[in-house]
């Protein structure tokens, strides 16, 4: 996997018994980091993403998240108003279920404006990288329910998290 999301720099993948497991990794990871940690996650994520925050960090925890428009630099802007690398951005490209495509990068061209020390992620579960490198355009983490295009969906059950080698996010999920 790592090889194929880039061929330019370094990067590492681990594998996780579903999406759903590599979402946890991460956010906790990043957690785990930070001690605190926003997701700005699409309008129209993947019902499960909000679900896991709903249930596994309820109100109150060291987990929030906000919701925007992607797609819209200054939906994003001003969402990204205040915020530090205890942030993710958490792209879906194509979204599902409405399909919506986000530049990764010019969403990390806004980030790089509003909030530097945030990370970028890139759930390309709908696009594997024989079709778009989410690491080349920008992102600091892509992410792939490799339930869906990679197997044919249902043939693998697995999830995929890939990082440059240098992120210290990369180093902590792989703990």
């Not at 630099?73 to 951005?89: D, F, M, R, Y």
């Not at 892509?142 to 339930?147: A, K, P, Q, W, Y």
């Amino acid at each position: 996997l790592s090889s194929l999301e880039s061929s330019t720099f370094p990067c590492q993948t681990s594998t996780f018994s579903s999406g759903m497991s590599a979402v946890n990794s991460v956010i906790t990871s990043n957690l785990a980091l930070h001690g605190s940690c926003h997701l700005l996650i699409p309008d129209d994520c993947y019902h499960g993403v909000p679900y896991q925050l709903k249930t596994l960090f309820p109100k109150g925890s060291n987990v929030t998240w906000s919701k925007c428009d992607l797609t819209n630099s200054n939906e994003v802007s001003s969402a990204l108003k205040g915020k530090g690398p205890e942030t993710i951005v958490w792209a879906e490209t194509p979204s599902n279920p409405l399909l919506k495509i986000t530049s990764i990068s010019t969403l990390k061209s806004t980030i790089k404006k509003c909030a530097p020390s945030s990370i970028l992620l890139a759930d390309m579960t709908w696009s594997p990288p024989t079709i778009t490198k989410g690491l080349e355009e920008g992102a600091d983490i892509v992410l792939h329910s490799c339930t869906k295009y990679f197997g044919g969906h249902s043939d693998v059950l697995m999830g995929s998290v890939t990082t440059r080698a240098d992120e210290d996010i990369g180093g902590m999920i792989r703990v």
